[in-house]
């Protein structure tokens, strides 16, 4: 297990206590045998970002609740991993639905070079992310960070401007 993963575990065995007991369960051959199709861990212990002065814009723009969920692939799993916690660990944690898309690609930021320059953006959320497709399927249309913007104190000053010319839904300044 690599150092961040093992800090993300210690992360979550301090703060998520349910979550961090779950993912032990499962851990177990015998227990994930219960479910009809596959069992994802937690995106927090593989999701990264590749520039750490970023890192709180990405913990702010997806929700805890997703980060420390745990993803399935059957339906009927969601119930069944639920149930199981609840009685054979006391424990409540979140379950998430999902399938990966066929052929599905990490899609890239459309901002042209003469925006970011012109409203003093840096980088944008998509481009910073690191993450299995799997889990990228999922973050792409929930969070849709290739659409988030980002850069430093100076688009303060700009804010009026940003809100004013563009359609932007979202976007982080003062990292």
Request: proline share 4%.
């Given at each position: 297990m690599g150092d961040m993963k093992v800090s993300r575990m210690k992360y979550l065995e301090r703060f998520f206590p349910d979550v961090h007991r779950t993912y032990?369960?499962?851990?177990?051959?015998?227990?994930?045998?219960?479910?009809?199709?596959?069992?994802?861990?937690?995106?927090?212990?593989?999701?990264?970002?590749?520039?750490l002065k970023y890192g709180s814009v990405a913990e702010k723009?997806?929700?805890?609740?997703?980060?420390?969920?745990?993803?399935?692939?059957?339906?009927?799993?969601?119930?069944?991993?639920?149930?199981?916690?609840?009685?054979?660990?006391?424990?409540?944690?979140?379950?998430?639905?999902?399938?990966?898309?066929?052929?599905?690609?990490?899609?890239?930021?459309t901002f042209p070079a003469e925006f970011m320059r012109k409203y003093h953006f840096e980088k944008v959320l998509i481009d910073l992310i690191q993450a299995p497709d799997y889990y990228m399927s999922y973050l792409v249309p929930t969070f849709k960070p290739e659409y988030v913007p980002?850069?430093?104190?100076?688009?303060?000053?700009?804010?009026?401007?940003?809100m004013e010319e563009t359609t932007l839904k979202a976007f982080y300044s003062g990292h």
């Open positions: 032990k369960y499962f851990e177990i051959e015998e227990n994930r045998a219960k479910l009809k199709g596959k069992l994802w861990d937690p995106p927090i212990l593989h999701v990264f970002v590749d520039d723009h997806i929700r805890t609740s997703d980060l420390t969920a745990f993803y399935c692939e059957h339906k009927d799993d969601v119930y069944t991993i639920s149930d199981l916690v609840s009685k054979e660990l006391k424990a409540r944690v979140s379950v998430i639905h999902h399938v990966c898309p066929a052929g599905f690609r990490k899609p890239r930021s980002m850069g430093g104190a100076t688009l303060d000053q700009l804010m009026g401007k940003i």
